[in-house]
């Protein structure tokens, strides 16, 4: 095909290796937010770990059970994010078209 190197990488090495990126974005993002709330438990004098350890502290159920659903929802729309710029930058790839053969 007597390509340049920048356009085997533009062309073909790039669009193959990018939805597996995403796929490790997605997937650090999720290890990333976790590692920030329980940073927050440890040792934060804000943020959402901070409110969990001190509702606790006095007793403060409802606090609690607000951080933590607060915490499962901005992860679950974290994710869908991530979902849907998949489907929207990479439309080629086999899990795309999966999707939309048995939808």
């Given amino acids: 095909m007597k390509a340049s190197i920048y356009q085997r990488l533009r062309y073909f090495i790039l669009p193959a290796a990018a939805p597996e990126i995403w796929d490790s974005l997605r997937i ?3 290890l990333a ?3 920030l709330i329980f940073a927050e438990i440890l040792g934060a004098t804000s943020g959402l770990g901070f409110m969990i350890v001190r509702a606790q502290r006095f007793l403060i159920i409802s606090q609690v059970f607000v951080a933590v659903i607060l915490i499962g929802v901005l992860g679950i729309l974290a994710d869908a994010l991530f979902a849907y710029g998949y489907r929207h930058a990479f ?4 899990q795309v078209k999966r999707e939309q053969r048995s939808a």
């Avoid at 439309?91 to 086999?94: L, N």
Wanted: hydrophobic fraction near 40%; charged fraction near 10%.
């Fill in 28 to 30: 650090n993002f999720g």
């Fill in 33 to 35: 937010w976790a590692t």
């Fill in 91 to 94: 439309p080629w790839s086999e």
